[in-house]
């Protein structure tokens, strides 16, 4: 189902809505660590007004939460420090940051598309 979201037929497997399903997914799986990325990347987004910077940190911000935070209550955990759990999130977060992978570059070059936060 993640991958449908993520690369939608209708749209030519482009233009999905990856990272609001991954949140969704994350938030069910452990909504500790869900708030807090969310709320990173929120922070992230009001000050330097780029989604896609707040949606790849949150990405990256997900497996480095899930080496701090005990999850032995997660779906997805193998009741072994959560080493299943934090593969999964290793693996999200690769997808995320390869879908934005043009982002990331525009980023880089100081080009990307910004926000305006006025009415």
Same mark, same amino acid.
């Given at each position: 189902?993640? +991958?449908?979201?993520?690369?939608p037929i209708f749209f030519g497997f482009k233009g999905g809505k990856g990272v609001a399903t991954s949140l969704?997914?994350?938030?069910?799986?452990?909504?500790?660590?869900?708030?807090?990325?969310?709320? +990173?990347?929120?922070?992230?987004?009001? !000050?330097? #007004?780029?989604?896609?910077?707040?949606?790849?940190?949150?990405?990256? !911000?997900?497996?480095?939460?899930?080496?701090?935070?005990?999850?032995?209550?997660?779906?997805?955990?193998?009741?072994?420090?959560?080493? /299943?759990?934090?593969?999964?999130?290793?693996? !999200?977060?690769?997808? /995320?940051?390869?879908?934005? #992978?043009?982002?990331?570059? #525009?980023?880089?070059?100081?080009?990307?598309? #910004?926000?305006?936060?006025?009415?």
């Amino acid at each position: 189902m993640y +991958f449908g979201h993520t690369f939608p037929i209708f749209f030519g497997f482009k233009g999905g809505k990856g990272v609001a399903t991954s949140l969704g997914i994350l938030l069910m799986s452990n909504w500790q660590i869900g708030l807090i990325c969310l709320v +990173f990347a929120l922070a992230l987004m009001i !000050l330097t #007004r780029m989604v896609s910077l707040g949606s790849c940190a949150a990405a990256v !911000l997900f497996p480095v939460l899930t080496l701090f935070i005990n999850d032995n209550y997660t779906v997805l955990s193998d009741g072994k420090n959560g080493n /299943v759990y934090f593969i999964y999130s290793v693996i !999200l977060a690769i997808i /995320v940051l390869y879908n934005h #992978r043009s982002n990331i570059k #525009r980023i880089m070059n100081g080009t990307e598309n #910004r926000i305006s936060l006025k009415k």
